[in-house]
């Protein structure tokens, strides 16, 4: 038997205490699937968690080493009730695993990749993309309505952008000079937030969708209209957002994506059909995840990073 090569959490702390391990193959459990996994996707939730922060780290803190990892795309191994070996598939891992060669997942989590839409592209999806359509779902946008997007150039920001875009709203996105030109290029209005504040900039918005939170997310509800709504997407500063927001009289609400493969099927679809656009920044060979932890924590990833598992 093969050993399944996985890259694991050791220990809260900075990127050096991920380390590789060697485990057994998994055997699937009822309602699982084994997975091959291609590519697993990279998110600040798995270096948050790793520093020992947030939600994340609460929940792992009595059983490390644990291999982080909540979007991956593969092939089936074993024929099982709703998949046959060698389908592609992808799919948000509430569990995680990922890091790894691989994986068993409930089947209910997972779905077919379409042909034409490659493993990176499925891989960069499950999270960033789930997250980006929850939350604007969660905000109620409608047609027509102005939407500001804080970070349209991260992983959740550019497929935030492409979905309300389609929707039909007005969209304004924050982001850096140096990614002036590709938030604009998704359909975006891109505003350079070190110019002047936001609020200079654009104004009575109906929706904002904040993907930075903190000092950043809490200076944004400046610009956002009298009966406005907010999402706040970073769970560790939802709290203060939402208390800063209070006396402003707006509706402020946080969030935790969920596995929701028919939101995936359409996502995986749009992708197909080159609706969507998939930007991945740069993918990591398993061994190299130090790194991509190393860059992921800068927070100045445009799209998505990957890591590739080896064969
Ligand atoms: N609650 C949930 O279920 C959930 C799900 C997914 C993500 N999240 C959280 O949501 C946040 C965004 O996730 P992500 O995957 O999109 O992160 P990401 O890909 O790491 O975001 C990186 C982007 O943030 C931009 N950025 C950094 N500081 C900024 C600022 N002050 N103003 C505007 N843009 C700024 C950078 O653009 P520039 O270089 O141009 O500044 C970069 O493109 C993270 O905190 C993540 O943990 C929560």
């Known amino acids: 038997m093969p050993q399944n090569l996985q ?13 590789l391990q060697h485990t057994d193959i998994p055997e699937p459990q009822d309602g699982q699937v084994l997975i091959k996994v291609a ?9 948050k968690t790793r520093a020992g922060l947030g939600w994340g780290a609460e929940k792992i803190k009595d059983i490390l080493p644990w291999v982080p990892g909540f979007d991956v795309a593969g092939v089936v191994v074993q024929d099982s009730t709703r998949f046959k070996a060698g389908d592609r598939v992808a799919g948000r ?13 409930s089947a209910d989590v997972l779905s077919r990749i379409p042909d034409g839409v490659s493993f990176e592209a499925a891989a960069s999806l499950p999270v960033a ?11 109620e946008l409608k047609a027509g309505e102005k939407v500001l997007i804080l970070a349209g150039a991260g992983g959740v920001g550019h497929f935030a952008i492409q979905l309300a875009k389609a929707q039909g ?17 998704l359909g975006a209005t891109a505003l350079d937030y070190a110019v002047s504040p936001l609020e200079a900039q654009v104004n009575d918005v109906d929706v904002l969708i904040d993907l930075v939170g903190g000092d950043v997310g809490e200076a944004a509800l400046k610009s956002v209209a009298k009966n406005g709504r907010v999402v706040t997407v970073p769970t ?16 402020v609400k946080g969030m935790l994506v969920v596995p929701k493969p028919e939101q995936m099927d ?21 061994e190299d995840g130090v ?3 190393v860059d992921i924590q800068t927070g100045r990833t445009r799209g998505k990073l990957l890591l590739e598992m080896p064969e």
């Open 7 to 19: 890259l694991a959490i050791t220990a809260f702390g900075g990127p050096e205490t991920l380390k």
């Open 169 to 185: 709203a007005s969209v304004y996105a924050s982001c850096s000079a140096a990614n002036i030109d590709f938030v604009n290029g």
């Open 266 to 286: 359409t996502l995986l679809t749009l992708v197909q059909e080159g609706k969507v656009r998939v930007e991945i920044a740069k993918t990591y060979p398993l």
């Open 93 to 105: 891992i509430v569990e995680g695993g990922g890091y790894g060669q691989y994986l068993c997942a």
């Open 39 to 47: 590519f697993a996707g990279v998110n600040p939730v798995d270096a």
């Open 236 to 251: 560790i500063t939802a709290d203060r957002i939402i208390a800063a927001a209070k006396p402003l009289g707006i509706d």
């Open 129 to 139: 993309g789930l997250t980006a359509w929850q939350a604007l779902e969660l905000a």
């Open 291 to 293: 790194q991509a932890h």
